[in-house]
């Protein structure tokens, strides 16, 4: 086994990785809903309550990356709180909702194409779920699989500074947009400020989670940083407060681009809105091709987590040594990229139905895993109060507790009974294989004597 991962990226490099994970496709597709279901004002409450409320779990998680820098971060922590066992379900809920992360992006990646350059798909393969799958729908998804996956394998150098462009490129989409609303944008189509009620803003809130997943990819390549411990704490939360910024801008672009009836009739509001400030077509495919940049970027950043996860699990013996494997010229971990690049494959062969039950089903394994993290934070305080915390959180008692009745809050919009809850039987299977694998895999663990176990975490 490799004696680790190099330090290779920059405090830029990993501000980029967070920020251009949380900005995914969402801002393209979801702003309309957004502001017709809570209104502008109502949208802007949510995202500023949602936002507050991922600050409170990303301290935890920037006090913890700052002290204990080392590769697989949740899993870390909570194995140094709580012991194997307990890390195992934290690290396997967290690479859950990145795996579904990483096969939303080869689903979405077609359909996004299809809006700026339409295509009469060929050679009809099945119907799945009510939608029609095609041959050339899947080689798209499938080729970006390949590409990205290949980006990966080859070093992360490469990667962060593919990331790091196509970020940019979603920020200055995101700046020019609020350049036309500042121009020529109608403050009257903001009007009426609230709409649904109290409801209507939890319509928005119930999503923070799901838009806001990315921040925690910074623990996961904390030995690769070329920074000091304090910084990574900062830039965790610098990464959030900045999509957040962003989210509002978008809201605030698409409230005064379009009217009511205009919202109402859009499939990409802010992409119609971007086309309503300018005054051209071009710039709506402009927006579009910002949306395509942040699919890119949420699925770089996550295969770049994920596999750090999978080396980590297999570095303690929890999964196969197979997956702990780093290639001795490009120090990655290539064969859990591979794993995670067949998995993103096959996801086109799902169809586009698939986009819904993935992102629903992943988004419970994120939060459990915040949850855990945030028991972490606390038990660790009283642990090991010796630890050197370079980025130590004021107030750690009331942050942790509210960090950990917000996971739990985000939890229950899962269950049944909640407007958001998760759909029976497909959602609910999907979380249901992903929990007997990670037993299977949990039973079946190489047996290793103590020393060996440290010798592989120690390489980290």
């Known amino acids: 086994m490799s004696k680790g991962f190099s330090k290779s990226m920059s405090s830029w490099d990993v501000l980029f990785l967070a920020m251009g994970a949380m900005l995914g496709w969402g801002w393209v597709v979801l702003s309309g809903e957004w502001i017709l279901g809570a209104g502008f004002l109502g949208s802007v409450i949510a995202f500023l309550g949602g936002g507050l409320l991922i600050v409170f779990i990303g301290l935890t998680y920037a006090e913890l990356a700052a002290a204990i820098p080392e590769t697989g971060g949740g899993l ?74 290949a980006l990966n394998y080859f070093g992360i150098k490469p990667a962060t500074i593919f990331q790091s462009v196509f970020t940019v490129a979603i920020v200055l989409v995101g700046v020019l947009l609020l350049f036309g609303a500042l ?27 799901f838009l806001f997943v990315g921040f925690d990819v910074i623990p996961q390549v904390a030995s690769e940083i070329k920074a000091p411990p304090k910084i990574i704490g900062r830039i965790l939360i610098v990464s959030i407060v900045s999509a957040v910024s962003f989210y509002l801008l978008i809201v605030f672009g698409v409230s005064v681009g379009l009217t009511e009836s205009e919202l109402a009739l859009s499939s990409l509001a802010t992409a119609d809105a971007m086309v309503n400030l300018f005054g051209s077509q071009w710039f709506g495919i402009l927006l579009v091709l910002g949306g395509v940049a942040g699919i890119i970027t949420s699925w770089n950043a996550f295969i770049i987590g994920a596999s750090r996860i999978l080396y980590a699990m297999s570095a303690r013996n929890m999964i196969p040594k197979w997956f702990g494997y780093i290639h001795p010229k490009y120090n990655t971990p290539t064969n859990a990229i591979v794993f995670l690049g067949a998995l993103a494959f096959v996801a086109p062969f799902l169809g586009r139905p698939s986009l819904v039950w993935i992102a629903n089903a992943g988004g419970l394994g994120i939060v459990l895993g915040y949850l855990l993290v945030s028991i972490a934070f606390l038990r660790l305080r009283k642990l090991e109060a010796g630890l050197v915390r370079p980025y130590k959180v004021k107030h750690y008692r009331f942050v942790g507790v509210m960090a950990i009745l917000l996971s739990i809050l985000f939890i229950s919009l899962y269950m049944p009974g909640m407007p958001s809850a998760l759909v029976w039987p497909i959602e609910w299977l999907i979380v249901g294989v992903w929990s007997l694998i990670g037993f299977g895999l949990w039973s079946l663990r190489p047996k290793e004597d103590v020393e060996g176990v440290l010798t592989n975490v120690n390489e980290i």
């Open 76 to 149: 870390v922590f909570v194995l140094r709180a709580f012991g194997k066992k307990s890390a195992f379900v934290a690290a396997w809920a967290v690479l859950f909702g990145y795996v579904t992360v990483i096969m939303f992006e080869a689903v979405a990646l077609p359909t996004v194409i299809d809006y700026v350059l339409p295509i009469n798909h060929q050679l009809f393969l099945w119907t799945l779920g009510g939608g029609d799958v095609y041959l050339t729908w899947v080689l798209i998804g499938s080729g970006g699989a390949i590409a990205l996956t």
């Open 183 to 209: 121009k020529n944008g109608q403050l009257s189509n903001v009007e009426p400020l609230f709409r649904g009620g109290v409801g209507g803003t939890m319509s928005v809130l119930i999503m923070i989670p």
